[in-house]
Protein backbone atom coordinates (compact mmCIF):
# COMPACT_ATOMS: atom_id res chain seq x y z
CA UNK A 1 0.00 0.00 0.00
CA UNK A 2 1.50 3.05 -1.27
CA UNK A 3 0.41 6.34 0.83
CA UNK A 4 1.23 9.57 0.03
CA UNK A 5 3.74 9.98 3.18
CA UNK A 6 5.29 7.38 0.50
CA UNK A 7 5.08 9.28 -2.45
CA UNK A 8 6.82 12.84 -0.65
CA UNK A 9 9.78 10.24 0.65
CA UNK A 10 10.43 8.90 -2.83
CA UNK A 11 11.20 12.25 -4.27
CA UNK A 12 14.53 13.50 -4.51
CA UNK A 13 15.48 9.52 -4.69
CA UNK A 14 14.30 8.03 -8.05
CA UNK A 15 12.14 9.70 -9.95
CA UNK A 16 7.48 9.37 -9.19
CA UNK A 17 5.74 6.98 -11.40
CA UNK A 18 2.14 7.92 -12.12
CA UNK A 19 -0.32 6.77 -14.96
CA UNK A 20 -4.02 7.50 -15.55
CA UNK A 21 -6.22 3.81 -15.19
CA UNK A 22 -9.69 3.96 -15.94
CA UNK A 23 -10.36 0.54 -15.33
CA UNK A 24 -9.55 -2.68 -12.91
CA UNK A 25 -8.00 -4.52 -15.59
CA UNK A 26 -5.40 -2.30 -16.49
CA UNK A 27 -4.86 -0.86 -12.85
CA UNK A 28 -3.72 -4.64 -11.93
CA UNK A 29 -1.38 -4.57 -15.03
CA UNK A 30 0.12 -1.21 -13.74
CA UNK A 31 0.16 -2.35 -9.93
CA UNK A 32 1.98 -5.41 -11.50
CA UNK A 33 4.48 -2.91 -13.36
CA UNK A 34 5.35 -1.27 -10.00
CA UNK A 35 3.78 2.03 -11.06
CA UNK A 36 3.53 4.49 -8.13
CA UNK A 37 0.42 6.50 -8.64
CA UNK A 38 -2.58 5.41 -10.49
CA UNK A 39 -4.53 8.59 -11.83
CA UNK A 40 -8.18 7.70 -12.40
CA UNK A 41 -8.13 11.08 -14.74
CA UNK A 42 -11.13 13.04 -16.55
CA UNK A 43 -9.17 12.08 -19.55
CA UNK A 44 -11.00 8.68 -19.65
CA UNK A 45 -13.52 11.74 -21.73
CA UNK A 46 -11.01 11.29 -24.63
CA UNK A 47 -10.09 8.21 -24.03
CA UNK A 48 -12.81 5.42 -22.61
CA UNK A 49 -16.08 7.76 -23.06
CA UNK A 50 -15.68 8.86 -26.36
CA UNK A 51 -16.01 12.31 -26.02
CA UNK A 52 -13.80 15.27 -27.57
CA UNK A 53 -13.11 16.93 -24.47
CA UNK A 54 -13.35 15.86 -20.57
CA UNK A 55 -15.69 18.69 -20.02
CA UNK A 56 -18.50 16.63 -20.00
CA UNK A 57 -16.87 13.53 -17.22
CA UNK A 58 -19.22 13.91 -14.53
CA UNK A 59 -18.64 12.63 -10.46
CA UNK A 60 -20.61 9.36 -11.20
CA UNK A 61 -18.32 8.52 -13.83
CA UNK A 62 -14.92 9.00 -11.69
CA UNK A 63 -16.39 7.40 -8.64
CA UNK A 64 -16.81 4.20 -10.81
CA UNK A 65 -14.16 4.04 -12.65
CA UNK A 66 -12.08 5.32 -9.48
CA UNK A 67 -14.10 2.05 -7.40
CA UNK A 68 -12.64 -0.38 -10.44
CA UNK A 69 -8.72 0.89 -10.34
CA UNK A 70 -8.63 0.84 -6.68
CA UNK A 71 -10.19 -2.72 -6.86
CA UNK A 72 -7.75 -3.57 -9.55
CA UNK A 73 -4.51 -2.17 -7.59
CA UNK A 74 -3.44 -3.66 -4.20
CA UNK A 75 0.06 -1.53 -3.80
CA UNK A 76 -0.14 2.01 -6.02
CA UNK A 77 -1.60 5.09 -4.62
CA UNK A 78 -5.32 5.69 -6.41
CA UNK A 79 -6.22 9.43 -6.93
CA UNK A 80 -9.33 10.41 -8.14
CA UNK A 81 -9.16 13.37 -10.98
CA UNK A 82 -12.03 15.84 -9.97
CA UNK A 83 -14.07 16.57 -12.93
CA UNK A 84 -15.12 19.54 -14.77
CA UNK A 85 -17.51 21.99 -12.06
CA UNK A 86 -17.16 19.53 -9.73
CA UNK A 87 -15.16 21.45 -7.46
CA UNK A 88 -15.13 25.46 -7.18
CA UNK A 89 -18.61 26.43 -7.56
CA UNK A 90 -19.10 25.90 -3.60
CA UNK A 91 -17.22 24.86 -1.08
CA UNK A 92 -19.91 22.48 0.31
CA UNK A 93 -20.78 20.66 -2.99
CA UNK A 94 -16.83 20.05 -3.72
CA UNK A 95 -16.43 18.67 -0.49
CA UNK A 96 -19.16 16.50 -0.80
CA UNK A 97 -17.57 15.63 -4.35
CA UNK A 98 -14.49 14.62 -3.17
CA UNK A 99 -15.23 13.17 0.10
CA UNK A 100 -17.40 10.52 -1.96
CA UNK A 101 -14.28 9.26 -4.31
CA UNK A 102 -12.52 8.62 -0.72
CA UNK A 103 -15.36 7.37 1.23
CA UNK A 104 -16.94 5.23 -1.36
CA UNK A 105 -14.81 5.00 -4.00
CA UNK A 106 -11.70 3.76 -2.29
CA UNK A 107 -9.54 6.99 -3.30
CA UNK A 108 -6.16 7.59 -1.42
CA UNK A 109 -6.50 11.22 -2.64
CA UNK A 110 -8.24 13.59 -5.14
CA UNK A 111 -6.40 15.84 -7.96
CA UNK A 112 -8.22 19.39 -8.30
CA UNK A 113 -7.01 21.34 -11.55
CA UNK A 114 -6.40 24.06 -9.54
CA UNK A 115 -5.86 27.98 -9.51
CA UNK A 116 -6.69 30.63 -7.12
CA UNK A 117 -10.26 28.99 -6.42
CA UNK A 118 -8.50 25.85 -5.16
CA UNK A 119 -6.63 27.75 -2.15
CA UNK A 120 -8.24 27.23 0.59
CA UNK A 121 -10.66 24.61 -0.70
CA UNK A 122 -7.23 22.41 -0.21
CA UNK A 123 -6.20 23.68 2.75
CA UNK A 124 -10.58 22.57 4.10
CA UNK A 125 -10.01 19.32 2.69
CA UNK A 126 -6.87 18.23 3.87
CA UNK A 127 -8.06 19.31 7.22
CA UNK A 128 -10.61 17.40 6.78
CA UNK A 129 -8.52 13.95 5.84
CA UNK A 130 -8.69 14.06 2.11
CA UNK A 131 -5.22 14.36 0.45
CA UNK A 132 -4.80 16.63 -2.90
CA UNK A 133 -2.52 16.81 -5.65
CA UNK A 134 -2.58 19.97 -7.27
CA UNK A 135 -2.37 20.56 -11.39
CA UNK A 136 -1.16 23.89 -12.69
CA UNK A 137 0.01 24.79 -16.17
CA UNK A 138 -2.17 23.20 -18.94
CA UNK A 139 -5.52 22.47 -17.43
CA UNK A 140 -7.83 21.05 -20.12
CA UNK A 141 -11.00 21.71 -18.53
CA UNK A 142 -9.86 25.51 -19.12
CA UNK A 143 -10.12 24.54 -22.93
CA UNK A 144 -12.12 27.13 -23.85
CA UNK A 145 -10.50 29.93 -22.20
CA UNK A 146 -6.92 28.29 -23.09
CA UNK A 147 -6.94 25.68 -25.82
CA UNK A 148 -4.95 23.36 -25.45
CA UNK A 149 -1.44 25.46 -25.92
CA UNK A 150 1.85 25.48 -23.53
CA UNK A 151 1.35 27.79 -20.58
CA UNK A 152 3.47 29.79 -18.50
CA UNK A 153 5.51 31.03 -21.67
CA UNK A 154 6.05 34.88 -20.46
CA UNK A 155 7.60 36.11 -17.04
CA UNK A 156 4.10 37.57 -15.93
CA UNK A 157 2.64 33.88 -16.24
CA UNK A 158 5.67 32.28 -14.92
CA UNK A 159 5.26 33.94 -11.76
CA UNK A 160 1.56 32.98 -11.43
CA UNK A 161 2.11 29.56 -11.44
CA UNK A 162 5.09 29.57 -9.66
CA UNK A 163 2.80 31.69 -6.49
CA UNK A 164 0.16 29.49 -6.99
CA UNK A 165 2.33 26.10 -6.47
CA UNK A 166 3.36 28.10 -3.51
CA UNK A 167 0.46 28.70 -2.07
CA UNK A 168 -0.79 24.83 -2.78
CA UNK A 169 1.90 23.57 -1.44
CA UNK A 170 1.30 26.08 2.16
CA UNK A 171 -2.58 24.84 1.89
CA UNK A 172 -1.47 21.32 2.73
CA UNK A 173 -1.24 19.64 -1.24
CA UNK A 174 1.07 16.64 -0.92
CA UNK A 175 2.01 16.81 -4.64
CA UNK A 176 1.86 18.76 -7.51
CA UNK A 177 1.24 18.41 -11.20
CA UNK A 178 2.76 20.53 -13.58
CA UNK A 179 1.24 19.86 -17.29
CA UNK A 180 2.70 21.24 -20.76
CA UNK A 181 4.74 24.24 -19.88
CA UNK A 182 8.19 25.02 -20.45
CA UNK A 183 10.64 22.55 -18.97
CA UNK A 184 13.13 25.46 -17.60
CA UNK A 185 9.94 27.03 -15.81
CA UNK A 186 9.07 22.99 -14.24
CA UNK A 187 12.89 23.23 -12.95
CA UNK A 188 12.47 25.95 -11.14
CA UNK A 189 8.76 24.91 -9.77
CA UNK A 190 10.42 22.03 -8.74
CA UNK A 191 12.95 24.06 -6.94
CA UNK A 192 11.20 26.21 -5.20
CA UNK A 193 8.43 23.39 -3.53
CA UNK A 194 9.32 20.79 -1.01
CA UNK A 195 6.47 18.75 -1.96
CA UNK A 196 6.77 16.65 -5.12
CA UNK A 197 6.01 17.66 -8.83
CA UNK A 198 5.24 15.50 -11.29
CA UNK A 199 5.12 16.18 -15.06
CA UNK A 200 3.90 15.69 -18.27
CA UNK A 201 5.33 17.94 -21.17
CA UNK A 202 6.92 19.69 -18.49
CA UNK A 203 10.68 18.25 -19.20
CA UNK A 204 13.16 15.81 -17.10
CA UNK A 205 13.62 17.95 -13.98
CA UNK A 206 10.11 17.47 -12.02
CA UNK A 207 10.15 14.88 -9.45
CA UNK A 208 7.80 12.25 -11.59
CA UNK A 209 6.55 11.91 -14.79
CA UNK A 210 2.53 11.10 -15.64
CA UNK A 211 1.28 10.14 -19.57
CA UNK A 212 -2.33 8.82 -20.09
CA UNK A 213 -2.14 5.08 -20.25
CA UNK A 214 -3.53 5.01 -23.83
CA UNK A 215 -0.68 6.93 -25.32
CA UNK A 216 1.52 4.52 -23.27
CA UNK A 217 0.37 1.55 -24.86
CA UNK A 218 -0.67 2.89 -28.58
CA UNK A 219 -4.22 2.49 -28.16
CA UNK A 220 -4.66 6.20 -28.67
CA UNK A 221 -6.43 7.78 -32.06
CA UNK A 222 -4.47 11.05 -30.79
CA UNK A 223 -0.93 11.39 -29.04
CA UNK A 224 0.08 14.63 -28.01
CA UNK A 225 3.66 15.24 -29.14
CA UNK A 226 5.25 15.08 -25.62
CA UNK A 227 3.70 11.64 -24.75
CA UNK A 228 5.85 9.01 -26.01
CA UNK A 229 4.39 5.24 -27.08
CA UNK A 230 5.59 1.97 -25.68
CA UNK A 231 3.50 -0.45 -27.12
CA UNK A 232 1.05 -1.01 -30.31
CA UNK A 233 -2.11 -2.57 -28.62
CA UNK A 234 -4.38 -0.51 -31.07
CA UNK A 235 -3.11 -2.95 -34.25
CA UNK A 236 -3.10 -6.01 -31.68
CA UNK A 237 -6.90 -5.62 -30.88
CA UNK A 238 -7.31 -4.89 -34.23
CA UNK A 239 -5.73 -7.89 -35.05
CA UNK A 240 -7.43 -10.07 -32.63
CA UNK A 241 -10.36 -9.13 -33.22
CA UNK A 242 -10.50 -9.61 -36.89
CA UNK A 243 -9.01 -12.70 -36.97
CA UNK A 244 -11.84 -13.71 -34.63
CA UNK A 245 -14.53 -12.53 -37.05
CA UNK A 246 -12.52 -14.50 -39.77
CA UNK A 247 -12.44 -17.32 -38.00
CA UNK A 248 -16.38 -17.09 -37.18
CA UNK A 249 -17.31 -16.29 -40.76
CA UNK A 250 -15.21 -18.78 -41.89
CA UNK A 251 -16.42 -21.97 -39.37
CA UNK A 252 -13.28 -22.51 -37.84
CA UNK A 253 -14.65 -21.27 -34.61
CA UNK A 254 -15.61 -23.04 -32.39
CA UNK A 255 -14.29 -25.98 -33.09
CA UNK A 256 -14.81 -29.34 -31.41
CA UNK A 257 -12.80 -28.59 -28.61
CA UNK A 258 -14.76 -25.51 -27.84
CA UNK A 259 -18.18 -27.42 -27.82
CA UNK A 260 -19.71 -30.33 -25.47
CA UNK A 261 -22.05 -33.17 -26.78
CA UNK A 262 -24.63 -34.88 -24.21
CA UNK A 263 -25.27 -38.06 -25.83
CA UNK A 264 -29.24 -38.10 -23.94
CA UNK A 265 -29.58 -35.03 -25.76
CA UNK A 266 -29.71 -36.82 -29.02
CA UNK A 267 -33.20 -37.40 -31.06
CA UNK A 268 -35.36 -34.91 -29.05
CA UNK A 269 -36.15 -33.58 -32.23
O1 LIG B 1 -6.82 13.46 -16.77
C1 LIG B 1 -5.60 13.23 -16.89
O2 LIG B 1 -5.16 12.24 -17.50
C2 LIG B 1 -4.66 14.18 -16.28
C3 LIG B 1 -3.19 13.96 -16.47
C4 LIG B 1 -2.79 14.26 -17.87
C5 LIG B 1 -2.37 14.70 -15.49
O3 LIG B 1 -5.10 15.11 -15.65
NA1 LIG C 1 -7.29 15.50 -15.83
Not at 162 to 191: C, W, Y
Request: aromatic share 4%.
Amino acid sequence: MTSVRDVREKAGTTPITMLTAYDATTAGVANEAGIDVLLVGDSMGNTDLGYDSTLPVTVDEVASRTAAVSRGADDALVVADMPFLSVGVDEATSIENCGRMVKEAGADAVKLESGSHTVELTERLVQLGIPVMTHLGLTPQRVKETGYTQQGTTRDEGHEILDLARKHEEAGAFALVLEHIPANLAAQVTDALSIPTIGIGAGSDCDGQVLVVDDVLGLSSYSPPFSKQYGNVREQMLDAVSAYREDVESGGFPADEHSHVVDELDDLY
